[in-house]
């Protein structure tokens, strides 16, 4: 019978050893392991949606009708974000019809009209995003328009006044300009390289 017991004390022994180091805690480690980012590979360039606007005027106590026409451009060259994202430029048509339906005024913009306006940073990655009707004033259709850095809230605003014989200018338009002289320091930094 002692033989059973020392049986049975040596099994309840194991079975107590096993159940302690079971419920043993294990020893925590500083360590995060965190799964390996993967970076987002760019997709295939990316392109604005057309737009198209109609405007009735009067203009030189004349109606006129403005269309401003955007669309992406695949003849354009293509710019890249940091990240190394591609993508579509704007080509901006302004057709001026008379109440006749013939047109008075045809331009076609794209950003190297721009070119002297807006900097190294905006030619090399900038996108012509808009042109839109303004205002009359006198001779001269106004248009505000921007070059923007794609998917981001940077750009620069520039005003095109197009006269009655179709002569363009071109300027900053210091009215919109948010970002205090950002805009004017990198254009002048160009100037004098």
């Known amino acids: 019978m002692k033989v059973i017991m020392n049986k049975q ?8 050893m096993v159940s302690l180091g079971a419920c043993k805690e294990k020893k925590q480690t500083e360590d995060i392991i965190a799964p390996k980012v993967e970076k987002a590979q760019p ?10 606007d109609t405007r009735n005027v009067k203009w030189l106590d004349k109606d006129y009708t403005i269309d401003v026409q955007r669309h992406p451009d695949d003849s354009l060259r293509k710019v890249k974000d940091e990240s190394g ?3 579509v430029d704007n ?4 057709i001026v019809r008379r109440s006749d339906g013939s047109v008075a005024i045809s331009k076609t913009f794209t950003k ?3 070119e002297n306006f807006i900097g190294a940073k905006y030619r090399t990655s900038g996108i012509l995003e808009g042109l839109v009707f ?4 006198g001779n001269h259709l ?3 328009a921007s070059v923007s850095l794609p998917q981001t809230d940077e750009y620069i605003p520039l005003e095109v006044k197009i006269d009655n014989f179709g002569k363009v200018t071109i300027e900053l338009d210091s009215e919109m300009d948010t970002s205090g002289n950002e805009i004017d320091d990198e254009v002048d930094d160009e100037d004098d390289d």
């Open 9 to 16: 004390i040596v099994i309840f022994t194991l079975a107590a």
């Open 43 to 52: 997709s295939g360039p990316i392109s604005m949606q057309p737009y198209h």
């Open 85 to 87: 994202q591609l993508f």
């Open 91 to 94: 080509r901006i048509s302004v």
């Open 112 to 114: 190297a009209n721009f």
């Open 134 to 137: 303004d205002e009359v004033d």
């Open 142 to 144: 106004e248009f505000a």
